[in-house]
């Protein structure tokens, strides 16, 4: 079975600060990855996600999380936040296989404070 | 494409009553998941299907609840009888094969 594990519920910041939001997966099978943000009162949008090959993969607003295959993690990573980057932030796993069950974790909440 | 549809946006609705949720995902991807959110137990996975199957059903909370796929291009989630702690945004999502899932807009759904 697999689970995944956000293990900070809300993280704030000021802007201009960075931030690391933390993600540790179970699966017995090869993974697919991904972050989600999810701002008020709308459905979730892909941020990023790893399928393959490079294990450091980069959005376009400045958001990289890096696959660690032995630590099971996935963290998400930006050197400098903004206001607009407050919202909730999801992980989620796909196990490698044609029937990919996809499980999403608790959430982080970020807020970036002026 | 217009991407996932979810109708209705909103539904309020009182106890006891039927409830059908819609869905459209979007042309070309195989796989449908339905997700329940709310504040204490936070985005749940009810139920998915893999060309129109249904692959696995654990997610779904009782009886009250099923969820059908008749073709590649609509699904529903239906709550019969409802009550109001059914209440929470419903989302659907679709995909390719092992690729990210696109979400729907999500139907809020009030059970008075």
């Known amino acids: 079975a697999q689970s995944v594990t956000q293990l900070d519920s809300q993280v704030s910041v000021f802007e201009e600060a960075p931030v690391e939001l933390r993600c540790n997966y179970s699966s017995s099978v090869s993974v697919y990855l991904f972050w989600y943000v999810q701002y008020p009162n709308q459905g979730l949008q892909l941020l990023l996600k790893y399928l393959s090959g490079s294990t450091l993969v980069e959005s376009i607003n400045g958001f990289e999380a890096e696959f660690n295959k032995s630590q099971t993690s996935f963290h998400l990573r930006k050197p400098s936040v903004h206001i607009s980057d407050t919202a909730e932030y999801f992980c989620a796993v796909s196990g490698g296989t044609s029937y990919g069950k996809l499980t999403f974790g608790q959430g982080t909440i970020l807020t970036v404070h002026p | 494409d217009a991407g996932v549809i979810q109708s209705p946006r909103h539904e309020v609705t009182e106890m006891g009553q039927e409830v059908t949720l819609r869905c459209k995902p979007i042309?070309?991807?195989?796989?449908l998941f339905w997700y329940r959110q709310t504040m204490m137990r936070g985005l749940e996975l009810l139920i998915y299907f893999n060309n129109n199957v249904p692959i696995d059903d654990s997610g779904m909370p009782e009886d009250r609840f099923s969820a059908k796929m008749p073709n590649a291009s609509f699904s529903t989630l239906k709550i019969q009888p409802s009550e109001p702690r059914d209440s929470a945004v419903y989302f659907c999502?679709?995909?390719?094969?092992?690729?990210?899932?696109?979400f729907g807009q999500g139907t809020r759904l009030t059970v008075v």
């Open positions: 999502a679709s995909r390719e094969e092992n690729t990210e899932a696109f």
């Open positions: 042309s070309g991807h195989n796989s």
